[in-house]
C-alpha cells in the first residue's frame, strides 16, 4: 500500500467503512448498558422501596417468589450474557471482512521509513515534523519548507513507532530524535493509557534509554532508566540496566559507542550530490550562467507541430536534456492515470537478469499498450514528431505509467542497460538509446528529477515532459545522465516514461564513434 499513493487513498474508504462498523458496534453496547443500568434502577429501587421492612415485605408471596426468581435466574442472566462477546465480534468479523484492504506490517515499517527518508534528504526536524509543520534548521532558526493548508500533529505512540522501526534496524540514529519526541508528548498526556495504543511512556522510555546506550550516551541512558523505574518499579530487566550503567559510570573508561551516525547505504555513492539537488527542487543552469541554453518554440519541421510548435526549454547540454512545457493537456493526463489504475504494480528494478522491488525505488507502475486508450497512440504521435524517433514497439517500449508512495522515490539510477544480461534487451532492440518522461501531475513539495554528475534539477512541471540521450552515438550508455526521482515530500506525483531503443533509429539517429558525441 505504501509503494503508491494511490493505493493510499484507496485505504480511506477502507476506513470509513470501519467508522461504520465501529458506530454500529457502539450503538449496540449502548443498548446494553442501557439494558442492565434499567435492571440495575429496577432491583436498586425495590430495594429502597419495598425493601425497607424485609420482615413485612417477605410475607407477600408475590415478593418472596420474585426475589427467588431473580437471584435464581435474572442475576444469573445478567452477569453470564454473552451480549458482549457477540457485538464484539460482529465487529471482529466485519474488520476481518475488510482484511484484504487493510495495509500489512511491511507497509507500516515502508511508511515510517519514508518519514525517516524526507527527514534525511530534505534535513527536517523531526521536533517540528511531529507539530505538523515540514521546517529545516539554518542558522540556528527554523525555515518552513513548505506549508501545508491544514497542519497533522502526531501523537506519542505515532513517533513511538517510527522510532521502533528504526530501533529494530539497530539504527539508533533515527531511533533517538523519534523516541525523544514520544517520550516528550506522552509525558505530557500524563503516561495516560488509550485503547489505541502500541506503546506507553515506560516502552518509549526503554527504547529511548536502550539506543542512547548504544549511541554511547550512557549518563542519560542511566536517567532515562531511573525515570522508568518510578513508574515500573519491579522491572527486573530495567533495575539490572540500571546496575550496569552505573558501573559504566564509574569505570575508568565508560564505552562511549559510534555516536549519532547516520546509516549509510550501498546503493547510494553519490548520496551528498542527490540530496542537495532535492532540496533545492528545482535548480536548472541559467541562461546567463550558460548563454549556450535557451527557450524557443520547437516544432522539429515537423508538418504536425508547425501550427502549434512545442515551448521548448533546453535545460542540458552535457547531456543533453530539455523540457517540452504543454506537453499533455488535462485530460489527457486524467486519463491516462485512470486507465493505468488497475494495472499498477510495486515498480521493480533491474537486479542481474531478473527484476526485483528496491527500497530505493518506491512506486507503481502499469505499462500501457496502444490498444489501452486512443490517447496513448496519439501520445505516441506527438513524442515521434518531437524527437524524430520511432517509438513503435518493439523500438519504443509501452507507456510506462508511473505513481509515487509515501516520500515515494527512484534513488540515482541510469535508464539504461549497464550489464549485456540487462532485462532491458529482452526486446531485442538493442539498449534504450534515449528517455521521453511525461508529468502528469503536479507536486506541492519535493519530487524534482536530480541530475547527479550533470548537477542540476528540475522540479515536477505539471502537463511537461523531458527528454534526453542516455546513449552516447558510438552505443555506449553517457554516465553523466546519472538521474534520480526525489522523494515525494507532499503530494501525488504521477509520471509516464516512453523508452525508446537504439534499433529503428538508423535513419533518425545517426551512429558515430567519436565516444564525446
Ligand atoms: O520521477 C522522476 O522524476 C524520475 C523517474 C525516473 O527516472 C524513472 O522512472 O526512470
Ligand atoms: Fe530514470
Redesign the pocket.
Known sequence: MYTSLLSVKQAISVERKLIDYLRTYIDHELERLEDIKRFYAKVSDLHSELYKGPETVIANPLVAFTLVKRLHSEWLNVVYSNEALENAQALRSSYKEEEAGLPTLEDLQGAAKALMRLQDVYTLQVASLVRGRFQRVSNGNPIDIYTPAVSVLLSGDDCFLVGKVAYEQEDYYHSVPWLEESVHLFRRTGGEWNLENEGSLEDALDHLAFSHFKTGNVSYALSLSQELLHHDPVNGRVLQNVKKYEKLLVAASPPTGDGLRRPTSKYLRTRDTYERLCQTQGSQPMHFENPRLFCDYFSNDNPGLLLLPAKREVLSLQPYVVLYHNFITDTEAEDIKRVAQPGLRRSVVAAGEKQATADYRISKSAWMKGSAHSIVGRLDQRISMLTGLNVKHPYGEYL?V?N?GIGGH?EP?F?HATSPTSPVFRLKTGNRVA?F?IYLSSVEAG???AFIYANFSIP?VEKAAIFWWNLHRNGQGDVDTL????PVLFGD?W?A?KWIHEYGQEFQHRCNLNPEE
Do not use: R
Not at 538521474?483 to 526525489?486: F, M, Q, V
Open positions: 510506462q508511473v509515487y527512484y539510477h535508464d528517455t518522461m519530487g524534482s528529477t515536477v538521474h534520480a526521482g526525489c506525483k509520471v516514461n
